[in-house]
């Protein structure tokens, strides 16, 4: 092939990702496979991996699996030089049993499919204040799971303990019990007696517990202002919080707009029933699916209005007259409220600056 040709060929390039090394590879516009090339998962490896997929011509399209895991540093590299990407989901259980496994396949496969527009999305932008806010949201929600394990065990050893020390602690309240805990005194030289051990436990434990409950009121003091920050609107919502409002947009993400209809986003947050029928059947079943904790969020803003809100509570009465249960009912509040939310977050008054946005302003 002429140079002149190879230079107008348009290329598609697909990427099978892990932690250490990422594999491409390249086809033409009619799903030729060009070639197959291993690279290492670093900044160096992500130059010449880019550099590689153009020698073949003219780089149209780049799919990435992975692209919110071991793919985010790749696609980040792509996004800001201007290249065209994709996520890739992973392949069906059919396809790679006719096809076999390998990371060339793996890649192969991912370029094919994003030539084809098949399994493909727009994959959420890393490079702004939602990225920030997530990062700040997982060690939140670490400190939050951790100080919940902290009060279990707690309980579990005063169940467990002998009957003096069960008979002072077993009725106190939670924050009675972690103050009484954390400012005992027990000999540490008698820790081998059983009652001595489970005070020295349950110091530790409550103490352990108050140095958590202040990392959860650090990160809450940098989250809100954030959220605020970002999107003021969001949080206006009737029963839309901080911890709400930050969890619906890392869902979305810095770019919302890659949700293509409100439909969608429904989808993503699992509210949006699936169709399951069959015949002279028609009928929809509960979808399990989509972002859990997007879900749990929006169920939080529902038991809200219930409880606050008239129009909900008027919801309420009246689909339960039409024989609805109070899961039904909340299940299409959710679906409502989903709406409600992707309007909010989609509208041009809601701000997402990028890294670079905020680099160029200081």
Request: proline letters at 4%; hydrophobic letters at 40%; aromatic letters at 4%.
């Amino acid at each position: 092939m002429s140079t002149i040709a190879q230079r107008t060929r348009e290329i598609t390039g697909g990427v099978d990702t892990h932690k250490d090394t990422h594999t491409a590879a390249a086809v033409d516009s009619a799903g030729r496979p060009l070639g197959a090339e291993q690279f290492e998962a670093t900044a160096a490896g992500y130059r010449e991996l880019l550099a590689w997929l153009r020698s073949f011509g003219n780089l149209v399209l780049v799919g990435v699996e992975g692209t919110g895991a071991y793919g985010a540093g790749l696609a980040r590299y792509l996004h800001e030089r201007a290249v065209t990407v994709v996520e890739i989901d992973r392949p069906d259980r059919k396809a790679r049993r006719w096809q076999g496994k390998s990371d060339p396949v793996d890649a192969e496969a991912a370029a094919r499919a994003a030539l084809s527009a098949r399994r493909t999305g727009i994959p959420k932008q890393r490079d702004g204040q939602v990225e920030a806010l997530r990062s700040l949201r997982v060690a939140r929600r670490s400190a939050v799971r951790q100080r919940a394990d902290v009060a279990r065990q707690m309980k579990m050893l005063i169940i467990t303990a002998p009957e003096e020390l069960r008979t002072v602690l077993r009725d106190l309240g939670d924050r009675q019990l972690i103050v009484a805990c954390a400012t005992s005194r027990p000999d540490a030289k008698r820790a081998g007696e059983p009652a001595v051990a489970a005070r020295l436990a349950l110091r530790t434990l409550a103490r352990r517990h108050q140095r958590l409950g202040e990392e959860i009121a650090e990160l809450e003091e940098l989250i809100t202002p954030l959220v605020a920050g970002i999107a003021p609107a969001l949080l206006a919502l009737n029963g839309v919080g901080a911890d709400v409002a930050g969890q619906l947009l890392v869902t979305a993400g810095e770019n919302p707009e890659r949700l293509r209809s409100e439909a969608a986003f429904a989808m993503l947050c699992g509210v949006a029933p699936l169709p399951a029928s069959s015949g002279r059947t028609h009928r929809h079943r509960l979808n399990r699916g989509g972002d859990r904790d997007a879900n749990a969020a929006l169920y939080r803003v529902v038991l809200c209005r219930l409880r606050w809100d008239e129009r909900t509570k008027q919801y309420m009465q009246r689909r339960t007259t039409e024989g609805l249960s109070k899961k039904e009912i909340i299940r299409c509040l959710k679906r409502f409220i989903a709406r409600e939310i992707y309007q909010v977050l989609t509208a041009p008054s809601t701000t997402h600056i990028t890294a670079k946005q905020l680099t160029t302003a200081a």
